[in-house]
């Protein structure tokens, strides 16, 4: 799992490594992802996301999708999509959230904040300047909790907050576990609280772990798994 953005990404909302989504890295080719047949679907998608297979087994799911990475739009097929909006800041990002929770709370909505990234870019990783802009993040998520909150639904729903990569110095995109090492919490009905992961996670596990929560029934192409150590016995 190299540390640069495309492959991670795709492999979080695809629940498969890259050499199965054939997205290995920033610069992958569009034509060589959309070659192959997927799972038994028409040649021409990508490999199947979440958001593919909750289109497909629950037809009039509202799914909305805000990406502050512009980059994020090749990786989804705007067919499986209710709303994609490219937000070009994290404030609007969260301010976007809040419109979309406020009108009505989607059944999945992934937001993006990238100023993390800009920040490790920018200032360079692991500086204050970069745990400024983490900082930020965690303010933002706190704003749509509240707005979940207000919306009545924050009861009901399932949080995961992750990332694509890590970083050193000024850049990613290496083997080092400073780059690969990625966050992963999950909050809400049904899962444990304060408790550490022990287990290995992986980005592919994300997609899984959300077809869990949403009663899907995962693609046989998929490698991820449901992080069931989360959740509580039942
Ligand atoms: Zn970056």
């Not at 009108?103 to 360079?124: C, E, R």
Request: net charge positive.
């Amino acid at each position: 799992m190299p540390s640069s953005s495309s492959q991670n990404w795709a492999s979080m909302i695809m629940g498969a490594p890259p050499k199965d989504t054939n997205i290995p890295r920033n610069g992958f080719s569009m034509k060589k992802a959309t070659g192959s047949t997927y799972c038994d679907r028409p040649k021409g998608r990508l490999f199947p996301s979440i958001y593919t297979i909750l289109r497909e087994q629950k037809p009039t799911s509202k799914i909305v999708v805000l990406h502050h990475w512009d980059d994020y739009a090749r990786l989804v097929e705007d067919k499986d999509l209710t709303i994609r909006k490219h937000t070009k800041t994290e404030d609007s990002t969260a301010i976007a959230a809040i419109d979309v929770i406020t009108k009505g709370m989607p059944d999945l909505l992934f937001l993006h904040f990238d100023h993390v990234d800009h920040a490790g870019h920018s200032i360079g990783h692991n500086t204050d300047g970069y745990y400024k802009a983490v900082a930020k993040a965690d303010s933002l998520v706190g704003v749509v909790i509240a707005a979940l909150k207000a919306a009545k639904v924050y009861d009901d729903t399932v949080i995961i907050l992750t990332a694509d990569h890590g970083g050193k110095g000024k850049g990613h995109g290496g083997p080092s576990m400073a780059e690969r090492n990625i966050p992963w919490i999950i909050s809400g009905p049904g899962v444990n609280k304060n408790v550490a992961l022990i287990n290995e996670v992986n980005t592919y596990d994300t997609a899984a772990t959300i077809a869990y929560v949403m009663g899907l029934t995962q693609p046989a192409c998929w490698k991820g798994k449901p992080v069931l150590s989360a959740f509580k016995k039942k």
